[in-house]
């Protein structure tokens, strides 16, 4: 069974940085890309990075291009969101996704940043 | 970046009822679609992907079609447990998008 575990997430200041953890378990991760997708409150859907399987490709969308940092560590099965300078408006709950081809297949509970003074 | 426009944004049904769901695309992307289910409080799920084609799992009653800009979601006979916000995404540029989303409810 395919499963996807984040956690690092709570309450910062703006400006601060906070870095996600993604555990996944179920398939063999080494071989899929990997995304984060978030969603603020009440709000709809935001794809935030996506990562080749080896690490070396990185997308981002401008909201985030800069500020945010995804990674991978195929020997633990583990993906990673680094995220610097953080804004009010990066408050959300963060998913953590399995990428198929270039849809989301599995996702996570997801885990909330809230960014606040 | 491709702008997805999903409506109605809102869309009352009685359980029974079938009903379909647009997704718009700013641009053509061909079959590049896929389309999601979130409960409240819950993860959003896989239903369709590339425009029409099926997912393990998911019951027969959701289906989808279109191509280049105009794509559907189509619920037949709907059930208390579809009651839901459902989600577009593109994948025909490597910037994904979604749509901003529909949601069903309860008339």
Redesign the interface.
Same mark, same amino acid.
């Given at each position: 069974e395919v499963q996807l575990v984040e956690s690092g997430g709570g309450l910062v200041q703006p400006g601060r940085s906070l870095k996600l953890s993604c555990a996944a378990s179920g398939f063999t991760f080494s071989n899929y890309y990997m995304?984060w997708?978030r969603q603020a409150p009440k709000k709809?859907?935001?794809?935030v990075a996506?990562i080749s399987t080896s690490g070396s490709r990185t /997308?981002y969308?401008d909201s985030v291009k800069g500020r945010f940092t995804i990674s991978r560590d195929n020997a633990k099965s583990s993906l990673y969101l680094q995220m610097n300078s953080l804004k009010s408006e990066d408050t959300a709950t963060y /998913?953590c996704a399995r990428v198929?081809?270039? /849809?989301?297949?599995y996702?996570?509970?997801?885990v909330m940043v809230t960014v606040s003074s | 970046?491709i702008v997805l426009t999903q409506s109605p944004a809102t869309l009352s049904v009685t359980p029974g009822e079938s009903v379909s769901l647009s997704c718009r695309a700013s641009q053509s992307i061909s079959t590049?679609i896929?389309w999601?289910q +979130?409960k409240s409080n819950e993860?959003?799920?896989?239903l369709i992907?590339?425009a029409s084609q099926s997912?393990s799992g998911i019951p027969s009653r959701f289906s989808g079609s279109g191509s280049g800009t105009d794509f559907t979601l189509s619920i037949n006979r709907v059930e208390s447990e579809d009651f839901s916000i459902y989600?577009c +995404?593109q994948?025909y540029s490597?910037?994904?998008?979604?749509?901003?989303?529909t949601k069903l409810e309860l008339k």
């Open positions: 995304a997708v709809g859907l935001e794809w996506t /997308y969308p /998913y198929g081809t270039h /849809y989301f297949d996702w996570g509970q997801g | 970046n590049s896929h999601y +979130q993860s959003p799920r896989l992907k590339y997912i989600y +995404q994948s490597s910037l994904y998008t979604f749509g901003a989303g």
